[in-house]
């Protein structure tokens, strides 16, 4: 099977970051932002968002739209 086109794998990826970041920020945000410097509040908030998006959303994605992204 050939990997899915550059593209598709940009809109999945788009479509899984946008909702984990806007409820991690909606829920989370107030205490995000009482963390300094700003270094250490980003490596937080990636330590979160990355292994979310390696291990759980790209992966049900995939499965979701397996069809349209491997077309």
Do not use: D, E, H, S
């Given at each position: 099977?050939?990997?899915?086109?550059?593209?598709?794998?940009?809109?999945?990826?788009?479509?899984?970051?946008?909702?984990?970041?806007?409820?991690?920020?909606?829920?989370?945000?107030?205490?995000?932002?009482?963390i300094n410097?700003?270094?250490?509040?980003?490596?937080?908030?990636?330590?979160?968002?990355?292994?979310?998006?390696v291990?759980?959303?790209?992966?049900?994605?995939?499965?979701?739209?397996?069809?349209?992204?491997?077309?």
């Amino acid at each position: 099977m050939k990997p899915p086109k550059k593209w598709k794998m940009a809109i999945l990826i788009w479509i899984a970051i946008y909702p984990i970041i806007t409820l991690m920020f909606t829920f989370l945000g107030p205490v995000f932002m009482q963390i300094n410097p700003l270094p250490l509040r980003t490596l937080l908030i990636t330590a979160i968002v990355v292994p979310l998006m390696v291990f759980v959303a790209i992966p049900l994605l995939q499965k979701l739209m397996a069809k349209w992204l491997y077309k």
